[in-house]
């Protein structure tokens, strides 16, 4: 996708390493670029879990913690309604 100013890049060959960090280990993980303008959003599917990896635009003024944690709870919502 065409990028903002600071829109992270993330290399295929570095996420197993990456998602090792999150408890997530194998070698079978399939990625595929999720649609998104200022941060990186890849889906993670391994042994038949689906995993959102997100990269954040540390360049945003609006990029604040506050903004990530917000976008945290809803994921959480959406994850705890079946979505």
Do not use: W
């Not at 990028?3 to 996420?15: M, N, S, W």
């Not at 390493?17 to 990625?31: N, P, T």
């Not at 391994?46 to 506050?66: C, D, E, F, I, P």
Request: glycine share 8%; with cysteine.
């Amino acid at each position: 996708m065409a990028g903002v100013e600071g829109r992270p890049k993330l290399d295929p060959k570095d996420l197993p390493s990456l998602l090792k960090q999150f408890g997530l280990v194998g070698e079978d993980f399939e990625f595929k670029e999720l649609p998104a303008f200022d941060d990186c959003s890849l889906l993670v599917t391994t042994q038949g879990q689906r995993y959102v990896l997100k990269a954040h635009n540390a360049l945003l003024t609006a990029g604040s913690r506050q903004r990530l944690e917000a976008q945290d709870r809803v994921i959480q919502r959406l994850h705890d309604r079946g979505l």
